[in-house]
């Protein structure tokens, strides 16, 4: 059976010195993922990994290098889900997590539940053995200085995201989507959330069919970009859905992200199905992003094309 990954690190406007560093995180997930996979691991195994590389890594929006809220805090969203079974596990305002990601899959392994929040989370992790981390382990001296920007009143900072204005400063959402040897599909998607968000805002990253989706029926799906306009048109399903219908991933992610039109919505997706095919789709200036199949090999990008690492 044919496998694939595929890899993003946040679809947004990555400044022209940054591209280096999005490539390279991208690498450092994509080809230890890829190594794994096609060992015979799990994809819910691979996605996971996957994730938690892109979240130790300050380059991204996830874990350790996370934007701050308004209230100067660090709070991450994270989701996990699998095709086999339609099992989902996910994480929502944790502070103390170094690692979201794994706490959602404890969610979905551990517990009778899809999502649980905040110190309810936090609790949770404590139970099951998951050692909870300071608040100051997660923030980088990056994310403060845009915090005081903010509160300086660089407000549009945050406008500039996803446009094309060189000034846009942002770091990306990560994800992972795999299917393994015996087609079994699986997504996974963390985020530290939108810069200078309201404390307890939710976006699309911990939402079981926004941010993240899997079917082993169709195949699985990460996205990143505009929280809100995703999870308005919950966006993953949408890309799921049209491969249910027989797209391929790159169609499908294409007709997903044409659904964010009715909300100006700005986004990316990484797809694969269960036929080891994987594309990767976005409306933004540039996409961290990187692919890997049996037929292709692997390939990274951060602008339009794709190269070999």
């Not at 044919?2 to 890899?7: E, H, I, Y």
């Not at 989507?177 to 985020?191: K, M, Q, R």
């Not at 530290?192 to 309201?198: A, F, I, V």
Request: hydrophobic letters at 40%.
């Amino acid at each position: 059976m044919p496998c694939a990954l595929a890899v993003h690190g946040g679809a947004w406007n990555v400044p022209d010195g940054d591209v280096e560093p999005h490539r390279e995180g991208i690498i450092e997930a994509l080809k230890p993922g890829w190594d794994l996979l096609r060992s015979g691991c799990s994809a819910l195994e691979v996605v996971e990994r996957a994730v938690c590389t892109l979240e130790d890594n300050p380059t991204f929006n996830a874990g350790h290098g996370a934007h701050l809220n308004q209230a100067r805090e660090v709070q991450l969203d994270a989701s996990i889900m699998e095709g086999e079974k339609l099992e989902a596990g996910a994480v929502a305002a944790v502070q103390r997590v170094r690692h979201p990601v794994a706490l959602a899959r404890m969610v979905l392994e551990l517990s009778p539940h899809v999502l649980l929040v905040g110190d309810g989370a936090h609790h949770f992790a404590s139970e099951h053995g998951m050692e909870l981390c300071r608040q100051r382990d997660l923030l980088i001296g990056r994310e403060l200085d845009r915090y005081l920007r903010v509160r300086d009143g660089e407000d549009d900072l945050v406008i500039r995201e996803f446009d094309k204005d060189p000034g846009g400063i942002h770091f990306g959402t990560v994800g992972a989507v795999a299917c393994d040897s015996n087609g079994h599909v699986a997504a996974a998607t963390s985020t530290g959330g939108t810069q200078d968000k309201l404390p307890g805002r939710v976006g699309d990253s911990a939402v079981i069919g926004a941010g993240t989706y899997a079917d082993d029926q169709s195949g699985a799906v990460s996205s990143t970009g505009w929280g809100e306009g995703i999870l308005r048109m919950t966006l993953a399903k949408a890309g799921i859905d049209r491969m249910a219908g027989g797209m391929s991933p790159g169609r499908a992610g294409q007709a997903a992200i044409r659904t964010l039109n009715r909300v100006q919505g700005k986004a990316g997706l990484i797809l694969v199905d269960c036929r080891g095919h994987a594309s990767a789709v976005f409306n933004t200036p540039r996409m961290a992003r990187g692919i890997a199949t049996l037929d292709r090999g692997l390939l990274v990008g951060v602008d339009q094309g794709m190269t070999r690492p």
